[in-house]
């Protein structure tokens, strides 16, 4: 099993729409969290990290299920330039690195 | 502020043959990553280096794969002879540390092996 699962989609939405994103990971000793972003052809980029309150950030909610070893990302109000390829990223305690989701590809149609 | 600098960013080569990748990581940021990343897949570590000490190069394949970071900065990834399987998206990242940082990714080199 992977340490981090995500639904490769292609999710295919319409502009306005509200799409959700999941993610699972398997290692309980896992305590950081993040969404980045990776456009076609581009390097990944910090798109928020994901805090055990929630959090949110503009059209943008993350959320943290530690019981059941889930993430969330939720957008709001898709826009075309949200189009992009998401990555789950999870890291352990201590001095580790960031072990990454295969992404979950959105296309947002106009 | 300038970001992570690689290069080449396009690479062909036939198999068999050596190739070598540089990075040059964001100034001040004392950890570097290489990454590799296939189609359709979230990039995958391959080393990772604490200034100029290699903390964690467990997935990197030892028998082809070498990478160095002279004077903890810039960083070369070499692979020596290349696999058709070698095919893949090289990213470097760096970080001001390990412990919770944001990643910063460089462009990569897209190697195409024939």
């Known amino acids: 099993r992977k340490e981090v699962e995500q639904d490769p989609g292609p999710f295919n939405v319409p502009e306005g729409a509200t799409v959700a994103f999941n993610c699972t990971y398997s290692n309980s000793a896992s305590q950081s969290f993040f969404w980045y972003r990776q456009d076609c052809r581009k390097e990944p980029k910090l798109l928020m990290s994901v805090y055990s309150s929630g959090n949110e950030d503009g059209r943008f909610t993350a959320q943290l299920n530690r019981a059941s070893q889930y993430i969330s990302l939720l957008i709001r109000d898709s826009k075309l330039s949200d189009s992009a390829t998401y990555l789950c990223?999870?890291?352990?305690?201590?001095?580790?690195?960031?072990?990454f989701g295969k992404g979950t590809r959105l296309s947002v149609i106009a | 502020e300038a970001g992570v600098v690689q290069s080449p960013r396009y690479k062909i080569i036939e198999k068999k043959q050596p190739v070598a990748f540089w990075c040059n990581p964001i100034s001040g940021h004392n950890t570097l990553y290489w990454y590799r990343q296939n189609l359709g897949q979230g990039p995958e570590l391959l080393i990772r280096y604490e200034n100029e000490e290699a903390v964690d190069d467990s997935q990197l394949p030892k028998d082809r794969f070498s990478a160095e970071r002279l004077k903890g900065v810039d960083s070369t990834l070499k692979i020596q002879p290349a696999e058709l399987g070698d095919s893949a998206v090289y990213l470097c990242a760096s970080s001001p540390g390990t412990g919770g940082f944001e990643q910063y990714f460089g462009p990569g080199t897209r190697l195409t092996v024939t």
């Open positions: 990223v999870v890291k352990r305690t201590g001095n580790t690195p960031l072990v």
